[in-house]
């Protein structure tokens, strides 16, 4: 087995417009070099946890002012209860990061200890949590921004998008560097609450200023009212949004440098500290200066405009905290990717999101959060307060499952005796008490907060977890498929071709060398004509190919029905299960992709259509024809001197079988298997593999240290027919499904092969079609055998 690997050029085979915007592919073996140091990991994992205390506060007031005027009394209780449980989570959640080095957070650990529904449901709490953290961080530090500069409110989901814009490309360009790029805002954030805390309590010595009124939300009231049992448990509840992002560390543990598992546990300690500190600190000067809930201007703002004025300072605390509530949202950039990454290689999210972009990074799970977060923005108008609603029942319904799971780990740990790990008693209490208080937390946000829009979060949720259930069902049914063993490698079938004219031009010219390189037991020449083939046509046929080849046979049409007319005439040929039927479609290509779609819509259907049709394979002859230029019109088909043959395989399965005894019946000079190295961990397996099937042709190796496989693909073909008496064929098997929404399931990769090779010279591209059943039919095929 050979192994080669493909040469990056300046681009790395990256277009210009991408390379501005997002960077220089990065090889794949400098993976490691993209790990964070603490430094870096707080701001790129705990900006949602640090900037929730610019709203915690907020959310609690907000509650208990709609009650009571005389709310103030009960800020602290409340903010010293939520300071309690997120110690307690912090601590919890410690515990798992060092049991759980390789991360995964909620999903791994409620899947491991408490069944698949269980981590299921965490995912599906954890990837809507994640939507709703950019959402609502966008809002809220569009909020901040508009109480300095109220004049900016009537273009508030303008602005709103245009973060999530600035906030995906950041992430685009790798971890390290949106890290980099957001730890300056994120401690200058940390620096400026903590001074306007410090100089806040050093006023209050004398008595506390009392900020300058402004207009209280409409739903506020001016009485005072009694404040009841579910007052608190809601106000409670919507202060618990200061617990958002605690479990963003867990999830990104292989992110850190090494040792992991230590510096995500020391950070996320670091990041509990300081959040518990800033909270408290602002609720304590809420609870004495008296600020109001008001849609000009927030609680933070508000208390910072009475300890500074109207000055810098005051202007700083602003600008920060609008920046890291923005940012915020850079943590669900960080764990939606990963965690998606992860569902998607257990086979419960679609393949494509386990696949690393040009910055290695996980770049769909990117794309595919902020579009979701762009259409909250937009349906609920940046409202921060309809969001926030929506938050929290994800938070702590993950929290509990993650906790509830750590002590069945802890349990399994005692059964080993004397192996158990150290301190497993201590962890296992202190997990206890997260899941119980966790538990008891989710059942008050819960209730407090169904009729406000919990419930579509908490109805949402079952809806994401069958979808999960779909999907790995899809995967299994298709795995189960590929690995049946029914087809064996050796002595393939009769290939029959059938050769499609539409012209005699110079494609078709090119196609007959070609079929004529391999000699095919049974050929046929089919023309789409209405009647009998014109006799002046016949007889340049004859004059073109010189003899030796069949006549032309007609091929109605009526209609116009090219696929249905093709169908016809290959259902009256014969064929055992073993047999191939090739049917050869020469076309001239000019221009660019897109005007070859626009142009050639009947041919593209035929192509694909032929290709569910009973053991056929449909062969690809393009010619590249510059305009005005025509090659082998005005003399006879020129057979190549040498032909090979390259199977491109994924894979050892059944598929593959197929196509590699499809590629021995070619005859060609030479036939090679060739597997392109998107994963480093799968070669060995694959080599293996390759080995134990006894296929009976070489498997190359291509190295793809970019994750792209256009140059790697291109210089492969290029390394042949760069001898200019040399024609390349491309041998891919084809998965097709059933049902068109599986399309989404798959990385397509058979149409990029086609797309890329269209307008390579001297190059055929034939698909060996494998026809997958949907499920039920699979399992009515099983139960049948």
């Known amino acids: 087995m050979a192994t080669t690997s493909a040469r990056p050029t300046g681009r790395n085979g990256t277009s210009l417009p991408k390379r501005i915007l997002v960077g220089r592919a990065v090889s794949s073996s400098r993976l490691e070099h993209t790990l964070l140091p603490k430094v870096l990991a707080l701001p790129v994992f705990s900006s949602d946890a640090l900037s929730s205390v610019a709203y915690a506060t907020e959310e609690i007031l907000h509650v208990l002012l709609t009650y009571t005027i005389a709310a103030y009394a009960f800020v602290m ?13 912090v601590l919890s959640y410690r515990q798992t990061v060092k049991a759980y080095p390789n991360g995964g957070g909620a999903y791994i650990v409620s899947k491991e200890n408490l069944g698949t529904i269980p981590g299921l449901i965490a995912a599906a709490a954890l990837l809507t949590d994640y939507v709703l953290t950019v959402s609502v961080s966008v809002v809220a530090g569009v909020f901040a921004m508009t109480s300095a500069a109220p004049g900016l409110l009537p273009i508030k989901v303008e602005i709103s998008l245009g973060f999530v814009i600035l906030i995906t490309l950041a992430n685009l360009r790798g971890v390290r560097e949106s890290g980099t790029l ?74 850190f440098r090494r040792p992991q ?121 940046a409202d921060l307060t309809r969001l926030i609603q929506l938050y929290v029942v994800g938070v702590f319904t993950s929290f509990t499952l993650s906790q509830t799971g750590m002590v069945r780990h802890w349990l399994k740990e005692k059964r080993k005796g004397e192996a158990a790990a150290k301190g497993w008693r201590r962890s296992m209490i202190i997990n206890g008490i997260g899941a119980a208080t966790t538990g008891l937390v989710l059942v008050v946000v819960a209730y407090t907060k169904f009729k406000h829009g919990a419930w579509i979060v908490i109805a949402a949720m079952p809806f994401i ?34 050769l499609l004219v539409r012209a005699l031009d110079g494609a078709t010219a090119e196609a007959l060398g070609y079929l004529r390189s391999f000699r095919p037991p049974e050929l046929r020449v089919v023309f789409l004509a209405s009647g009998a083939v014109p006799v002046d046509l016949a007889e340049r046929w004859r004059e073109m190919t010189g003899g030796g080849v069949p006549d032309i046979e007609p091929l109605a049409c009526p209609g116009g ?37 626009l142009g050639n819509r009947q041919l593209v259907r035929l192509k694909a259509g032929l290709l569910r049709e009973p053991n056929v394979v449909v062969c690809d002859v393009p010619l590249l024809q510059p305009e005005g230029a025509e090659r082998g019109v005005d003399r006879r088909s020129l057979i190549p001197q040498r032909t090979v043959v390259l199977v491109f395989v994924s894979a050892v399965h059944d598929p593959t079988v197929r196509a590699v005894s499809y590629a021995r019946t070619l005859g ?52 042949f027919t760069s001898r200019p008496d040399t024609l390349v064929s491309v041998v891919i098997p084809e998965l097709l499904v059933t049902k068109w929404r599986h399309l989404l399931l798959h990385n397509q990769n058979a149409l990029f092969v086609k797309r890329l090779l269209l307008f390579e010279e001297r190059t055929v591209l034939t698909s060996v079609p494998y026809l997958l059943r949907d499920r039920k039919a699979h399992v009515a095929a099983q139960d049948s055998a």
């Open 77 to 89: 209780p409340i903010a010293i209860a939520i300071g309690s449980l997120m110690t307690i989570v």
């Open 182 to 255: 957001f730890a300056f805002p994120t401690y200058a954030f940390i620096v400026s609450i903590l001074i306007m805390i410090s100089t806040g309590l050093v006023r209050c010595v004398g008595g506390c200023p009392h900020p300058t009124p402004v207009p209280p939300s409409a739903d506020l009231t001016s009485a005072v009212g009694a404040v009841g049992l579910f007052a608190i448990l809601r106000a409670f509840s919507s202060g618990s949004t200061a617990l958002t992002g605690v479990e963003a560390i867990s999830n990104g543990v292989p992110a």
């Open 261 to 381: 598992a230590k510096n995500a546990a020391e950070t996320l300690a670091i990041m509990g500290a300081v959040s518990v500190t800033m909270f408290l600190g602002i609720s304590f000067l809420a609870s004495r200066m008296h600020p109001t809930v008001s849609d000009q201007r927030s609680v933070v703002g508000q208390i910072a405009e009475a300890t500074f004025g109207k000055g810098i300072a005051f202007y700083l605390v602003q600008i920060f905290t609008a920046a890291i509530l923005v940012l915020a949202a850079n943590t669900s950039f960080q764990d939606f990717p990963r965690l998606s990454s992860i569902l998607a290689r257990d086979r419960f999210m679609p393949r494509q999101f386990a696949n690393r972009g040009d910055r290695l990074v996980f770049s769909n799970g990117v794309i595919v959060l902020a579009a979701f977060a762009s259409l909250l923005i937009v349906i609920f108008d």
């Open 465 to 498: 977890v069958l979808l999960f259930r779909s999907i790995h069902d899809h995967y299994v049914s298709v795995m189960e498929q590929l690995r049946e063993g029914v087809l064996r490698p050796g002595p393939s079938g009769v290939n029959s071709v059938v």
């Open 561 to 597: 029905d090219l696929l249905g007319a093709a169908r016809g005439y290959l259902a009256g040929i014969d064929r055992a299960p073993e047999d191939f039927v090739t049917v050869i479609v020469p076309e001239t290509v000019r221009g660019g992709l897109f005007g070859y779609l």
């Open 668 to 719: 060609a000079t030479e036939t090679r298997a060739v597997y392109f190295d998107l994963d480093p961990d799968q070669v060995h397996s694959m080599e293996e593999a390759w080995f134990d099937k006894g296929l009976g042709i070489p498997l190359d190796i291509v190295e793809t240290p970019f994750r792209d496989l256009t140059r790697p693909m291109l210089e492969e073909v290029r390394r």
